[in-house]
């Protein structure tokens, strides 16, 4: 096939470049691809990648994008079609060292599964199953009733109802009660949470229209008793999960608004975000308002995450009155947005570390929150002088670690760090990368030119894996 040059405008320098590439027939045999063939790798899916390569570096010669030539001899080639072609066979996805102290990190995963729940997991994907199958009768059963009762009891709600994330969640309830209809929200509650979930845009996705009262920074219950109409269907709460706003505040305390809510035949929905069953105010956080104490306030539906503070699978939980949650299971939505079987083996396990009071020792979320201090700042001194003769300056630095995902904004656990000073000469940045590309990657923090690792998130299984590699970093 000949390569013809469409465009008049390519350059004579272009032409020549393009003359002086490999053919794919000579790029195939450049021992590293030879080598990857002979090791087992398909020799369809390397042929496939390296046109691809080669086809890409020819537009890129061609429009004039590719300035480094020196990435087009056949080595340079090579090396970037074994990447690709491992990166295909190996999968992008796997675990990394979270060493940066953010303990729910959205972009890490959020809340790593507690062991329990992790082998609940195998086990159920392995092997047939009851998931929708009566073992008393012996006739089809319903996957939920695996759940249902359990999320119920432990919110302390007369029913509940599981789906595939709290965006999901959200949605489902107001396209169920909503719809074509208003709903109220204080002006301080529409708000965005990462990964461009925006309420007012859930709100018009349901068919449901927003009416904010009130001001950014005080919501009066006066405010949400004017707008009520009779095109009214529900009251709503958000949670703030991701800011927080300080000063002259005023938020109308929740069992207000349930009052309000049911003088009107109206319904109270609370979307918590993160929730929570502990209360966190024991471990010097802030007071995160519990799952429970929304029931008991008189909120009729609850919405909240699985894979945040709950620190289980991404599920979305809906926790309220038997009625509504009736309706919501009819609802053909809740057919598209159900959850598997994977989320349900490992929600059900985690549910039932809270029931037997072991979260705070299974769950890893919880076991990093409670972990001692004393027990981090041995540990930072314990890599501190491991490291210490290998790289200078390294020393531990009082600090703070951050609950992240959506759940108490601001809110911090002191804590402990090993610090590295970028050696001079080198640069931060050359050496965050080289950690990102440790098998398991390794993401720490920086701060003015010093790397920052945090013992509190790093889990046991990883702790000589992270300091393997930071010692093989500093030779
Ligand atoms: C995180 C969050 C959501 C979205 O939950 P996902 O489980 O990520 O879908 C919705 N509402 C609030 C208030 C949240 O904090």
Redesign the pocket.
């Known amino acids: 096939m000949s390569t013809i040059i469409s465009d008049g405008q390519t350059s004579p320098e272009a032409a020549s470049l393009l003359r002086s590439l490999p053919s794919i027939d000579k790029l195939m045999r450049a021992e590293i691809l030879q080598n990857l063939i002979e090791e087992g790798s398909p020799r369809e899916l390397v042929l496939e990648l390296a046109r691809e390569i080669l086809g890409q570096i020819r537009a890129s010669v061609r429009n004039g994008s590719l300035s480094d030539v020196t990435t087009l001899t056949l080595d340079a080639l090579g090396k970037q079609v074994a990447t690709e072609v491992s990166e295909v066979l190996n999968g992008s996805l796997c675990e990394v060292i979270n060493a940066s102290g953010v303990i729910l990190h959205t972009n890490l995963g959020r809340a790593p599964l507690s062991q329990e729940a992790a082998l609940a997991v195998q086990r159920i994907a392995r092997s047939f199953n009851n998931l929708e199958y009566d073992l008393e009768s012996g006739e089809r059963g319903n996957r939920m009733s695996h759940l249902n009762d359990l999320v119920a009891r432990l919110c302390g709600s007369e029913a509940a109802l599981v789906v595939n994330?709290?965006?999901?969640a959200?949605f489902m309830v107001l396209s169920t009660f909503a719809k074509e209809r208003e709903v109220i929200l204080s002006r301080g509650q529409a708000?965005e949470?990462g990964?461009s979930?925006r309420i007012p845009d859930v709100m018009v996705q349901s068919g449901a229209k927003l009416i904010e009262v009130g001001t950014t920074n005080k919501t009066y219950l006066s405010d949400y008793a004017a707008a009520i109409t009779p095109q009214t269907a529900v009251i709503m709460r958000?949670?703030s999960?991701?800011f927080k706003i300080i000063g002259f505040t005023h938020n109308t305390p929740l069992a207000e608004m349930a009052q309000l809510a049911s003088k009107n035949d109206l319904i109270l929905v609370d979307?918590?975000?993160?929730g929570t069953f502990i209360d966190t105010a024991r471990y010097g956080l802030a007071h995160e308002p519990t799952v429970q104490e929304s029931i008991q306030a008189g909120a009729e539906l609850v919405t909240f995450?699985?894979?945040?503070l709950l620190g289980g699978p991404?599920a979305?939980l809906i926790a309220g009155k038997k009625i509504l949650v009736d309706q919501l299971k009819k609802h053909p939505l809740a057919r598209a947005l159900r959850v598997d079987k994977m989320t349900i083996a490992a929600l059900q396990v985690t549910l039932q570390h809270y029931l037997k009071n072991e979260a705070e020792t299974k769950i890893p979320a919880w076991q990093m929150i409670s972990h001692p201090l004393a027990n981090i700042e041995k540990q930072a001194h314990e890599w501190c002088s491991r490291l210490e003769h290998l790289w200078p300056g390294a020393k531990v630095l009082e600090s703070l670690s951050a609950i992240g995902g959506?759940?108490l904004p601001g809110e911090t656990l002191p804590t402990y760090l090993l610090a590295l000073p970028v050696p001079t000469g080198q640069s931060a940045k050359i050496l965050t990368a080289a950690l990102r590309h440790q098998h398991p990657p390794i993401i720490g923090r920086v701060e003015r030119e010093t790397l920052l690792f945090d013992p509190r998130t790093v889990q046991a299984e990883q702790e000589e894996l992270l300091l393997a590699a930071l010692e093989q970093l500093a030779r």
């Not at 994330?165 to 999901?168: E, G, S």
């Not at 979307?271 to 993160?274: N, P, Y």
């Not at 995450?305 to 945040?308: I, P, T």
Request: charged share 10%; no cysteine; glycine share 20%.
């Open positions: 994330n709290n965006a999901a959200v708000i949470i990964g979930f958000v949670h999960s991701n979307d918590l975000g993160s995450s699985g894979d945040k991404q979305g959506g759940s």
